[in-house]
């Protein structure tokens, strides 16, 4: 999820909220928990955990699987925890990477919502139905988005406990370092900090590497594991499939709305975002052994004067190109996928101002020659494309159609393109149309609307996917389509028609809807005006398209 741009909390309010969870957090950590006989109790590679149960299913929050990051660790890549004697408590969460804090609207709160802020923040939670058991569930290791640059694998609408019980999977949710925490290009010639453009995969590996240790005490099977994600968190999928280190770590990959994934920061790209950033903080040079004396909260407020955001780059190190350009990484070719998009995904944006959907064409031409960077040629020429497709569209639902499709379906399914013609692993697409009823259905089926259905966790989501009878349905059906492919490659299951895998020639996509079908290209007469244009990369700004 590339989180849209609600206002910021006053800074010193959410300074004081902040401190008083951090101090909450730390009393409760500090207060020995009355451990209950039922409890169970796991013996993990490091330790023995202590978790709780449920409603059947066995939860440990807040699981360490690196050691801190900050200090003279910070920008180094991931360690090890350090063992540690006795019973560790699992009950409360782990703290999130610094980031900038965002109003928690309850629209976005159910996905962006994070605890206390800490750069030690290497922390993950693990659901199962069952620990110590002879069973080998399926792993599902879920990445959160906020681009490459904020939220928290703990928000409310990532709870695993739902998935878990409902398709006897173990779900394992990941906090990691982001921004420039994670991904800090430093060019100076400390080799210490060879690694920190990319530190944030490395930490999700090490994730992975401790799921492949203690997959088995929680009732997993380390030889079926599935990383899956949705916008920021589909392109640090997309990201693992290209990474040498990533191979044989998981063995099938969920892509969902993958946006800007398919490249990675150039070094040129990436050196001149480290200069803005020291800059800001008026240093003469990008040093890492500088910026590691640099407050966090200074850190964290100079990365707001920074435009483009930070993500991994291509270092010749942890990525030799980028992850899906020009072609799918040989590599990951026997991986297969699951990918597709919701289907209006820009009005998660375009929500923010009630104006945006009753705009005028001309209105919509201006938004897109800014958002394209294209001349009013061309963007008339687009516009007519859409218009002779969809007649009966208005000019805001043009605008909501042109911009999910650049923004999200042609580099999702590009993704799925590339993948399908290595022709070593079936690919599978999908389109989620459920519409939802808030607003008055004006947002038909935004960015992130699908997530509550897969994880159960629709009444946390409540102001974005609203109340009705389809809920529950439509949870069981995403539920069981996301759980059989990571059981067995196939999504295919008795709640939705028989799926035919992707292909180029008729690109057969799954709409998942109360009437679920299967349909050849859906958009793509439409979609095929975008060519010639180059595809969305995260530097450029949604601003353009969503302010008049």
């Given amino acids: 999820m590339e989180t849209a741009t609600p206002r910021a909390l006053d800074r010193r309010a959410f300074l004081k909220h902040a401190s008083a969870a951090a101090s909450a957090t730390m009393l409760a950590s500090l207060t020995p928990r009355i451990a209950r006989a039922a409890d169970p109790v796991v013996e993990t590679s490091n330790g023995k955990l202590r978790g709780r149960i449920d409603d059947g299913v066995h939860v440990f929050k807040g699981v360490r699987y690196g050691d801190t990051t900050g200090g003279a660790h910070r920008f180094m890549p991931p360690r090890p925890p350090q063992k540690w004697a006795g019973t560790q408590d699992a009950t409360q969460w782990g703290a999130s990477c610094p980031q900038s804090a965002e109003t928690q609207d309850p629209f976005y709160s159910w996905y962006t919502a994070i605890q206390p802020t800490s750069e030690d923040c ?312 459920r519409q939802t009823p808030i607003q008055g259905g004006r947002i038909h089926s935004p960015h992130t609307g699908e997530v509550p259905f897969i994880f159960g966790t629709a009444k946390a989501a409540q102001a974005q996917v609203g109340n009705g009878a389809d809920i529950e349905p439509m949870t069981r059906r995403m539920m069981a389509t996301w759980a059989a492919f990571a059981r067995t490659g196939n999504p295919g299951n008795p709640t939705v028609p028989r799926w035919e895998p992707f292909r180029d020639a008729d690109r057969q996509t799954m709409a998942l809807s109360m009437d679920s079908q299967l349909l050849k290209d859906p958009g793509g007469a439409a979609r095929g005006a975008l060519e010639g244009l180059p595809y969305y990369e995260y530097s450029i700004s949604r601003t353009a398209f969503v302010k008049g």
């Fill in 122 to 433: 290497l922390f993950l939670n693990v659901f199962t139905p069952g620990v110590n058991d002879s069973k080998r569930r399926p792993v599902m290791v879920w990445l959160h988005g906020g681009s490459w640059s904020s939220c928290a694998g703990t928000a409310p609408g990532f709870d695993g406990t739902n998935l878990a019980r409902a398709q006897d999977v173990v779900v394992v949710t990941v906090n990691h370092r982001l921004n420039a925490f994670g991904y800090l290009w430093l060019e100076d010639k400390d080799e210490r900090f060879a690694d920190a453009g990319s530190a944030g995969v490395l930490d999700v590996l090490q994730a992975l590497r401790w799921v492949r240790d203690n997959a088995a005490a929680f009732g997993g099977d380390a030889g079926n594991v599935t990383v899956f994600g949705q916008s920021g968190g589909a392109a640090k999928v997309v990201a693992l499939m290209g990474m040498p280190a990533a191979k044989g770590l998981f063995h099938k990959a969920i892509v969902q709305s993958c946006s800007g994934g398919m490249r990675i920061d150039s070094p040129d790209e990436a050196a001149r975002q480290a200069h803005a950033l020291a800059s800001k903080l008026g240093m003469e040079s990008v040093s890492g052994a500088a910026l590691q004396q640099v407050p966090t909260d200074k850190l964290v407020a100079a990365l707001k004067s920074v435009a483009d955001p930070f993500r991994p780059v291509v270092d010749g190190r942890n990525f030799l190109r980028d992850p899906f350009y020009p072609d799918a990484p040989a590599m990951s070719a026997h991986i297969p996928l699951l990918v597709g998009n919701a289907n209006t995904e820009s009005t998660y944006y375009l929500q923010v101002d009630p104006d945006n959907f009753s705009l005028g064409m001309a209105d919509v031409q201006r938004r897109l020659q800014r958002f394209l960077k294209a001349d009013a040629a061309r963007v008339d020429g687009l516009i007519e494309a859409y218009r002779s497709v969809y007649p009966a569209y208005d000019a805001s639902e043009i605008l909501m159609t042109i911009t999910t499709d650049y923004l999200f379906k042609r580099n999702t399914l590009k993704v799925a393109s590339l993948q399908a013609a290595a022709g070593k692993a079936p690919v599978y697409a999908y389109v989620f149309t």
